[in-house]
């Protein structure tokens, strides 16, 4: 499978997997506020430029996002994303009850929105998700 980097940096990396026409966007260091709307907004740039249906966030680096992220993912960037053409988008959380709260809570503002969310604490189980859909 095929991958390209399409940027890395100390707060992410974003990676291109031909095969599954998948974006990996990991975060390599936990971020907020500011910082954190940056580095999305960044993988939400790199996407634009050839945009896939699938899309892994690799955020098993994170705990947990304040009231005011959550708002943003919710309101914001997954409606973004979605309208720029993403149609799954799997993430991956920490094995940990908070951080699995967490995303639970965000997946739970968006869950009218028109997309197939997958949550799982591993990538390769996120891959394979993408293949079977």
Not at 31 to 37: I, L, M
Not at 60 to 74: L, N, P, R, T
Request: hydrophobic share 35%; aromatic share 10%.
């Amino acid at each position: 499978m095929p991958q390209q980097v399409v940027a890395d940096t100390d707060l992410y990396t974003i990676e291109h997997d031909d095969g599954l026409d998948c974006y990996v966007f990991t975060w390599n260091d936990f971020a907020s506020g500011e910082r954190f709307r940056s580095g999305a907004d960044d993988w939400y740039e790199a996407y634009q430029k050839n945009p896939s249906p699938n899309v892994i966030v690799d955020a098993s680096s994170v705990e947990a996002h304040d009231e005011a992220e959550q708002q943003w993912i919710q309101e914001d960037w997954v409606p973004r994303m979605l309208d720029a053409g993403v149609e799954r988008i799997v993430t991956v959380v920490a094995d940990s009850a908070i951080a699995k709260m967490d995303a639970e809570e965000i997946l739970d503002g968006i869950k009218h929105l028109d997309y197939e969310p997958y949550l799982t604490d591993s990538v390769e189980d996120g891959r394979d998700w993408i293949r079977r859909q």
